[in-house]
Structures are given as structure tokens and as C-alpha cells.
């Protein structure tokens, strides 16, 4: 990428940065840096925290929530 600024590269691919995603809480509070997520479509390598456990490599896809 050509200028990723703060973002850091993603180890995976080494051609995208990971981007950082928030959420909200059950109770509406939110969670900053939830997950990370390559910027590069063809890695998709992520890394989440649910419920206080760290997990990655899942598929990114779209949530119908």
C-alpha cells in the first residue's frame, strides 16, 4: 500500500494493513478494536475478541443483523 500512515501491515499478505473495527456490548457499550481486519480482499486474515477470547482466520463476510 502506498501510504498505510499509522495502520499496521499485515503479516499475512504483506500487501494490505490491518484496519481496526469497534462494536457495541450487549448493554450498548462500546467495544473499541473488536476485531482486525487485512484491507487486502484476497487475505482476509482477521483477528477477533469474543467473550474475552482471542480467535483468528475465521471468514470475514457480512453480518444481516
Not at 467495544?31 to 470475514?60: L, T
Amino acid at each position: 500500500m502506498a501510504d498505510s500512515g499509522s495502520f499496521t501491515e499485515c503479516l499475512s499478505c504483506t500487501k494490505g494493513v490491518l484496519l481496526p473495527l469497534s462494536d457495541y456490548g450487549r448493554d450498548g457499550a462500546p467495544i473499541r478494536y473488536k476485531a482486525w481486519v487485512c484491507s487486502n480482499p484476497k487475505c482476509g486474515f482477521n483477528i477477533r475478541i469474543d467473550n474475552g477470547e482471542i480467535s483468528f482466520g475465521r471468514n470475514v463476510q457480512q453480518s444481516y443483523k
